[in-house]
């Protein structure tokens, strides 16, 4: 998931600021009656300050030019934390990524570096507790200020795993792999004002199109269809592993969504989510 010096591309959107996102997920896979999970999000002045699901909370904080500087995520009556910094350049690019988090009784560091060229984005990751040179060698290419291809290479420069992103109305309908994992994942979009966008550009300016991306495999509250000119629908892929979902949308008079309905094609799992505004 995840804010007004910013330029909306939608013109509606420009005076629209978030209050509050509750959703309510129901998993009917162990109770006839559902286990559910709450998650609320909290904004002020349109910008993220918080995410609680159960008994963990996220709070998110901001650096002088209103970019997402950090997260903390803590759990309540624990000791258990996560703490996430982000550093940008002097034009607002997303220089370092770094995370701390506890793994297997230890505290890890994970740190990804990404430096710029041309059209063409490279973000090396590394874990505190592992000695090889890199765990995640990522190369994106960047089009027209939209990425479209990701590639990870091997420790001898190899291709291993290749992504091209296909784009229709500047939403990401495609996800087609080329090397390595070939499963298609297709999604279809309404066409209304995006909350999911709102939230993108106000977290991280005007390069949340490449930040996005980049950051989605590493923090599980950006999504990478998030920077998207709409609303995301539907999904299904080819992969046999992947879960199809479906969600309907209810709308304001100024096209942005008030609730929305999610349900997987499995019908195991239904996200009952409402959408609140200044």
């Known amino acids: 998931m995840a804010f007004s010096f910013l330029t909306y591309s939608q013109d509606s959107g420009n005076s629209v600021k978030l209050k509050q996102i509750n959703s309510a997920k129901t998993n009917f896979r162990n109770l006839k009656s559902g286990e559910i999970t709450n998650k609320t999000l909290l904004f002020k002045d349109g910008k993220l300050l918080s995410i609680q699901t159960s008994d963990v909370i996220q709070s998110f904080f901001y650096n002088p030019k209103e970019l997402l500087d950090m997260t903390v995520k803590e759990k309540q009556g624990s000791n258990w934390k996560e703490v996430i910094n982000y550093l940008y ?132 509250e950006f999504d990478l269809e998030s920077i998207s000119n709409n609303n995301k629908l539907n999904f299904n892929s080819t992969s046999t592993t992947a879960i199809g979902t479906s969600r309907k949308f209810k709308y304001n008079t100024l096209n942005f969504p008030v609730s929305s309905s999610l349900v997987e094609e499995n019908g195991i799992v239904k996200t009952e989510t409402t959408y609140l505004y200044e």
Not at 91 to 117: A, C, H, R, S
Not at 121 to 128: F, G, L, P, Q, Y
Not at 138 to 156: L, P, Q, T
């Open 89 to 220: 350049n002097k034009d607002g690019q997303l220089v370092k990524f770094t995370k701390k988090y506890e793994e297997g009784g230890e505290m890890v560091v994970k740190t990804v570096i990404i430096t710029y060229e041309g059209s063409r984005v490279r973000a090396i990751t590394k874990k505190s507790n592992i000695q090889q040179t890199f765990i995640d060698d990522i190369e994106y290419v960047v089009e027209n200020g939209m990425v479209v291809r990701r590639a990870s290479r091997d420790r001898n420069q190899q291709i291993v795993n290749k992504i091209e992103y296909g784009y229709y109305k500047d939403n990401i309908v495609r996800h087609k792999g080329l090397i390595g994992d070939k499963a298609l994942k297709n999604y279809s979009f309404d066409d209304k004002n995006s909350v999911e966008l709102l939230i993108a550009q106000n977290t991280f300016g005007q390069h949340y199109k490449v930040i996005v991306p980049i950051i989605s495999f590493h923090e599980e």
